[in-house]
C-alpha cells in the first residue's frame, strides 16, 4: 500500500490581520512579531506586536495594529522617528498622549460600529476607555472642554487621517473590518473562551501563557482559566451608523435635535444649505449632525485664536495700517514685505490662552491690521484654521 505525504502549498491566516498588515504597510509601517514586546516601534518604521500566545483573549491582531497606527496619526511624523512613539514608560505618569491616541481610535472605530471591537487592551481601558462619552472628544469645560490636550491631540490626528497619505488605506481597512463583521456571526452554540480573574483558555486545552502589562511592554506570565464562558468579541460589532447626506461622515445620533443648519461648517448660498466639507452637495434642510459636528454658537474668538497662533505663519500688513505707527516695535520688513512679529508660533499681540481654560485677547485689537480685520469668524479660512490647531473637525 502506497503512502502519501501531503505537503501544505499556503498557510492560512486570519483576514482581519491581513487587512490591517496591508493598511500599516500602505501607509509606511512593516509589521514584525515578537515575544520580546508587546506593542512597540523602532522609529525607523517598524511596529514590533507580540505573537498570538502573549495576547490577552480580546486581543486581537488587527485591533493591535490599528491603535499603534493611531499613536503614529496623534504623534505626526516627527513622532514615527521615536522609539515607542516617544512614549517609553512615562505614560502612567503623563498619560494626555495616550489618552489623544485611544480618543481617535474610538472616534474611527465608531463610525464603523466597532468602537467596542476594537477597545483597547491596556489598563487604560477601565480608567479612561470606560469614561468617553458618544463624542470621543468631548471634554468637560473645567478641564478645558475642545482646549483639553488630549481632545486637541486626538483632533489633529484626525485631521492627519483625511490626507492624502491615510486616508485611502484607513477608510479602507475599517470598511473592510465593518464588512467582515457585518458576515460574521455575531454568537454560536459553541463557545471556545473560558475565563476566570483575567484568565483565558480554550476548553479542555492547557492554560495559555498572557501577558502581564509593565508601561508599553508586557512579560508573559502563565495562568489558569477558570470555568466561566466568554462571549465572541465578534458579539460587539454593532451596524455601522448611516451615511450622511454630505457624504464625507456618517451621521451621529448623539447630537438629537441637531443638524446641519446648528453646526459651524454648515452655510446657505443661494437658499441652498450645503457644507464645507462637501462643498457641491446641496443638503436638506433637516440634514442631521454628523460626526463631526460643532456647534456654530460656540465658536469664540476668546477661547480660539486659532488664526493669530500656529494656524498660519505670518500676517501680512499694508503700508496704510496704523499699526505701523502705533506698534511699530511689532512690525517686521522682510523683503520689503511687513509682518507682524511673531514669538515662537504665535503672533507676539497674541495674549493669553497659556491654560486650557485662559482667554485669548489681542493687545493691539484697535489697531489691528486690516489683514485681522477681515477676517471672518466662522468663514470657511476661520474653520481651517480651527482644524489646523485641533479645535475642529
Not at 515578537?34 to 483573549?57: C, H, N, Q
Not at 450622511?244 to 451621529?252: D, E, I, N, Q
Not at 463631526?292 to 460656540?298: K, S, T, V
Not at 505663519?313 to 499694508?318: G, R
Amino acid at each position: 500500500m502506497t503512502e502519501f505525504l501531503r505537503l501544505a502549498t499556503h498557510y492560512y491566516d486570519d483576514p482581519l490581520s491581513r487587512v490591517w498588515i496591508a493598511c500599516a504597510e500602505s501607509v509606511g509601517f512593516r509589521i514584525v512579531r515578537t515575544p520580546d514586546a508587546y506593542a512597540s516601534t523602532d522609529g525607523r518604521g517598524t511596529l514590533l506586536i507580540a505573537v498570538d500566545e502573549m495576547f490577552d483573549p480580546d486581543d486581537s491582531l488587527a485591533q493591535m495594529i490599528f491603535h499603534e497606527l493611531c499613536h503614529a496619526l496623534v504623534e505626526g511624523e516627527d513622532g514615527e522617528r521615536r522609539a515607542d512613539w516617544g512614549l517609553g514608560y512615562a505614560v502612567g505618569k503623563n498619560p494626555w498622549r495616550e489618552h489623544a491616541c485611544l480618543r481617535l481610535q474610538a472616534y474611527l472605530a465608531g463610525q464603523v460600529g466597532l468602537r467596542d471591537f476594537f477597545a483597547p487592551t491596556t489598563d487604560f481601558r477601565v480608567s479612561f476607555w470606560a469614561t468617553l462619552t458618544d463624542d470621543p472628544f468631548y471634554a468637560p469645560p473645567e478641564a478645558g472642554g475642545r482646549r483639553e490636550r488630549s481632545c486637541v491631540a486626538a483632533r489633529l490626528g484626525a485631521w492627519r487621517a483625511s490626507r492624502p497619505r491615510w486616508a485611502a488605506h484607513l477608510n479602507q481597512a475599517l470598511a473592510a473590518s465593518a464588512a467582515i463583521a457585518a458576515v460574521t456571526p455575531r454568537l454560536t452554540n459553541s463557545p471556545q473562551r473560558i475565563n476566570q480573574a483575567g484568565a483565558a483558555g480554550v476548553q479542555g486545552l492547557p492554560c495559555p501563557t498572557v501577558g502581564q502589562e509593565q508601561g508599553t511592554h508586557r512579560t508573559p506570565e502563565t495562568v489558569c482559566p477558570g470555568q466561566n464562558l466568554l462571549p465572541s468579541l465578534w458579539s460587539t460589532a454593532v451596524a455601522p451608523p448611516a451615511a450622511h447626506p454630505a457624504s464625507h461622515a456618517t451621521a451621529a445620533a448623539h447630537y438629537p435635535g441637531l443638524g446641519c443648519t446648528d453646526c459651524a461648517w454648515g452655510f446657505v448660498v443661494r437658499n441652498r444649505l450645503r457644507c464645507r466639507h462637501a462643498q457641491a452637495i446641496r443638503l436638506p434642510q433637516d440634514s442631521p449632525a454628523c460626526w463631526r459636528f460643532e456647534p456654530a454658537g460656540e465658536l469664540d474668538c476668546q477661547t480660539c485664536g486659532a488664526c493669530c497662533r500656529e494656524a498660519y505663519h505670518a500676517v501680512e500688513i499694508s503700508s496704510r495700517d496704523p499699526v505701523n505707527k502705533r506698534h511699530s516695535e511689532l512690525v517686521v520688513i522682510q523683503d520689503s514685505r511687513r509682518k507682524l512679529l511673531r514669538n515662537g508660533k504665535r503672533c507676539a499681540a497674541l495674549l493669553g490662552g497659556d491654560a486650557p481654560n485662559e482667554a485669548f485677547a489681542c493687545a493691539i485689537y484697535a489697531d489691528r491690521p486690516r489683514t485681522c480685520r477681515e477676517f471672518t469668524r466662522g468663514s470657511e479660512n476661520c474653520l481651517d484654521a480651527r482644524r489646523r490647531v485641533g479645535l475642529s473637525l
